[in-house]
C-alpha cells in the first residue's frame, strides 16, 4: 500500500505543501523578464507608485518626484515600451497611467517586502 500524496495546503514534517506551477513558454518567461527589467529602475518603480494613485502628467511626476523632467520622459518611454503605461494626448500635456492593477501590485509588494526585511 502507498501513502496519499498531500494535499495543497497540508504541513507535513517539511513544511506546508505548495501547489506545483506550471511550466512556462519560453516566451511568456522572456515576457516577465522583460517587465521586471522595465520595473528595475528606483524612479520607474516611483513613478508606478504614483501612478497608482492617480493618472499624472509628466510636470506632476516631475514636482513629486523631483526629478529632472528629461530623466522622467526617458523613464515613461521604457515604462511604455514595456507596456506598463499609457499615455494620452490631452491639450499640449500627456496624461500617463498604469495599463493594469497587476503592475502596480508588483511594485508594491517589492516595496513591502524590502520594507519587512529592514
Not at 521604457?78 to 508588483?106: Q, T
Request: glycine fraction near 6%; hydrophobic fraction near 45%.
Amino acid at each position: 500500500m502507498t501513502a496519499a500524496s498531500p494535499l495543497p495546503g497540508e504541513v507535513h514534517s517539511e513544511g506546508p505543501v505548495k501547489p506545483s506551477t506550471p511550466v512556462q513558454s519560453p516566451a511568456t518567461l522572456a515576457g516577465a523578464g522583460e517587465l521586471l527589467r522595465a520595473l528595475a529602475a528606483p524612479v520607474r518603480i516611483a513613478i508606478v507608485l504614483q501612478l497608482r494613485d492617480a493618472d499624472r502628467c509628466v510636470h506632476e511626476l516631475v514636482d513629486a518626484l523631483d526629478v529632472a523632467q528629461p530623466l522622467i520622459s526617458q523613464h515613461l518611454r521604457v515604462l511604455k515600451a514595456a507596456g506598463v503605461v499609457h499615455g494620452e494626448r490631452r491639450g499640449r500635456e500627456v496624461v500617463y497611467r498604469l495599463v493594469d492593477d497587476h503592475l502596480a501590485h508588483i511594485v508594491v509588494d517589492a516595496v513591502a517586502h524590502v520594507q519587512e526585511g529592514s
